[in-house]
């Protein structure tokens, strides 16, 4: 009997471990050439992966999809020298680093995002601790804003479709929004030659009938 408690025991344990590493995923929202999905989720420390269900509609027989996700972690860093010339680390915030991929109704990656990013560094201040013979130093904050932008996206029919997006934080938030359009074909004019053509079919047409008229 202590034995069959322990195995339960264990087996809920694994169950647990193994759901706090799940993907989360939100229930499927319908994205229309009208709207467009807004996302917006903050995230614990460590490792996550969210996915984003969307069904596109069948309005139109095809799509352009595009989505971009933002996301930004902040350094502190410490050096003797204003410069930072070796400065180190002393905490991060935010999000590390990220990836997103498109996903289609088989779970098969059809479009991934391409990352850039830029850094700005806050004014350098001297830091005095309250200690005796404590060595001054410098201080800043160094942000990161990156912006992950979905690429060589097929075009699309109706369907349901995934965006998953998984990184590592430091305890942050991240935005984006997907959207779509459709493709309407352009209206083919007609050449000259078949102007030409219903245009002498018409007066064949006329004094065909003004020869009935006559008779």
Known sequence: MKQTKT??????CLALAGASHAPQAAASTLLTPASATVINDTVSTGAFENI???VIDNVYDAYNLSGA????NVQTLVS???????????STSGISNASVELLDSTSTVIAT????SFSVASTPELVTLP???STPFYQELLTTYNLISLNNIPVLGAGSYQLAIKGQSNGGTYTGSISVSPIIPSAVPLPTATWLFLT?????LGLKRRKTLAA
């Open 80 to 90: 003797l020298t204003t410069d930072f010339s070796a400065g180190f680390v002393t």
């Open 52 to 54: 984003y269900n969307f």
């Open 7 to 12: 195995a339960y025991l264990l087996t809920a």
């Open 69 to 72: 996700v933002s996301f930004q």
């Open 113 to 116: 995002g391409s990352l850039t």
């Open 131 to 133: 200690f005796p013979n």
């Open 200 to 204: 002498g079919l018409v007066g064949v």
